[in-house]
């Protein structure tokens, strides 16, 4: 009998792009183990032990630290419907995608927004982040750590002091960093911080880590208006992850993999696991900077996780990534945006930053670029 | 060294409450699949078959029927953050839990709410349907057909009729119906339906098949006010299903559950699946009226899918399930809101509808609450 559902028959891929990224074989274990129900004292157990590593990795003591049950841009709309407020000024630090990205989120919910504009890639200084602070006054502010879209490390130290003295609460986007380099939520002031599974945590994608300082729990106690989402909405989120009231079923066998995700962080240790990130990181700029190629984010404000090495004049970036893909089976992206066509995007995330990974990617993006100048030379 | 993230070690659950239900053996294999990226040609032609098989389950010829990437409340809530515009008359069939929590959404939404209510397990008749919907003249009109919290299936033709006639769309909750009775969108005319995936399709939790109607899709392109929520905005999420645009990252993992579970669906055949469902239901609602328990929901009016026996006067329906679970490894619920300690909620859904499981959780029902008298006459 001829059937519409082929049984799966997946390509084997490697898997450096910007995510996701590849998944631990103990992680696709951990999601073949037998589920329970979401009001199993079993699953208050996963719950738990998955808050306690989250906090490790997000270097927080926040009490409110869970896993939203959806993708990263679902965190990243909890943070943002949470709390921006209709009328409120939402000030946002906006210099790639996802910052973008977090306005269009704040704009729908009827915040003001006030920007504070970079090119794509470059990242903000603390005196200038200071005194649009301090002009603006906010009630919100956020920013990109980790920018997926330009490979950029934005630091937040000077954000987050001069937002408090603004009284305002700061929201990270942690989506690329989380697991891979230092995010330290608390040290730096962060406020509200998100990720995602699929990156730095070696999971597959469906799982947004979350976490929340009591500061800011304290604005959402206040909140004047109703939170326009009932799905994300975190005092509700509360209800179920404290005091084990029904809210919606969270997804098991994902809760599962990010379980296993987070032993491994834990059995490698968090800063040995920086430490490996920030050395395949180099090896790979090392390599690409003599194959020719230029990065595109200045040395110093670079991501151990994403790389944005610049597209050689002449060469179609499509083409090579499609001859990655259907030859080596190698995933990076493109750019775009402001940078289509302009970059390639290579992440060396959780466990595909391995030395070995770097090897294959040099070789076979060596061998890409140099057939796709024969081709252009032959016309 | 000791660690925070012991080795998950689930126990062994026989899952027969409202959701998760069992998940087939092989939808665990196809989550240990190695997963691929959102853009991967792979990724779209799982995607396309999952669409085609979703089709048939719901009953629809709608281009627009896709997985949303979160649980079924993340379905509901893309139904009403779409579809109730501020200011625009919404109205709810409320008869359960469910009906309560879309009413609540749409309050967040802004809408202008009129409600239809019944008391919970009851459900509403053609005349005084139609009746409702041509006084009230409403935008939307939203009914639960499969009221997980008391066991009631709410037929809608009748409603959708008369919703249609005042240029109304319907929204159906369908969450405990797909693929364990017939949902039939399109024979019944409902214009926006969702449900999930860890019920009656046999996957774990974090998926929410939705589909829309060509008439519903009309009425999004013509809203006048943006949708509040961008994760779970229908017109971004098109271009991502049919124009392959990024928009978020699918959760791969689970989206090759649900093309198993579909695969699953299709080789046993719908009707004869609805049918499985009946037979298991009329033997479970026989055995229990056997018992001397007596059903809450009025013959006729049953779901297939989720059987609402009474708790007898002076037992603890608290202490009866813990023992189930503690001595059977049964997991079934109570009720709740009014509900609360007068039902129990046994699910026969997907996999966990079968004869022997029927068989199973009577005897030990029987036994539970046997033991529960025992204890209650040594006082």
Request: hydrophobic share 40%; charged share 20%.
């Amino acid at each position: 009998m001829p059937t519409d559902m082929p049984p799966l028959n997946p390509p084997k891929r490697l898997l450096l792009g910007p995510g996701p990224s590849m998944v631990a074989p103990r992680v696709y274990g951990a999601m073949g183990k037998p589920i329970v129900g979401y009001l199993d004292p079993y699953c208050f157990q996963v719950i738990e032990e998955i808050q306690a590593g989250l906090r490790k990795v997000f270097g927080t003591g926040n009490e409110f630290t869970i896993p939203v049950s959806g993708t990263g841009s679902a965190g990243m709309e909890a943070a943002v419907t949470n709390f921006a407020e209709p009328g409120q000024t939402f000030a946002i630090f906006v210099n790639g995608f996802f910052s973008e990205r977090i306005s269009e989120m704040a704009r729908r919910q009827g915040a003001r927004l006030v920007r504070f504009e970079k090119p794509w890639g470059e990242i903000f200084g603390d005196a200038e982040a200071r005194e649009f602070i301090q002009r603006e006054n906010p009630n919100v502010v956020a920013y990109v750590q980790a920018e997926t879209s330009t490979g950029a490390f934005q630091p937040g130290k000077a954000i987050c002091e001069a937002a408090h003295e603004a009284s305002a609460v700061v929201i990270a986007d942690c989506v690329t960093s989380l697991g891979g380099m230092p995010v330290e939520v608390d040290a730096t002031g962060i406020d509200i911080a998100y990720s995602c599974s699929q990156k730095c945590l070696s999971c597959p994608p469906g799982l947004s880590p979350f976490t929340v300082s009591p500061r800011a729990w304290g604005r959402l106690e206040k909140r004047a208006t109703p939170v326009q989402s009932w799905y994300l909405d975190l005092k509700l989120l509360d209800g179920y992850y404290k005091e084990h009231k029904y809210h919606h079923t969270v997804p098991i066998s994902m809760l599962y993999a990010l379980h296993e995700g987070l032993a491994l962080v834990e059995e490698e240790g968090l800063e040995k696991r920086w430490e490996r990130h920030r050395r395949n990181h180099l090896a790979l700029v090392s390599a690409i900077e003599k194959m020719g190629l230029e990065m595109h984010v200045a040395a110093g404000h670079r991501l151990w996780t994403l790389n944005t090495p610049r597209v050689p004049a002449g060469v179609d970036d499509t083409k090579v990534r499609k001859r990655l893909l259907d030859e080596y089976g190698i995933e990076i992206l493109g750019g775009f945006g402001p940078l289509g066509g302009k970059v390639f995007r290579i992440g060396l995330m959780g466990s595909s930053s391995t030395e070995q990974n770097v090897a294959l990617l040099v070789e076979a993006l060596q061998k890409a670029l140099a057939a796709d100048r024969d081709q252009a030379a032959k016309g």
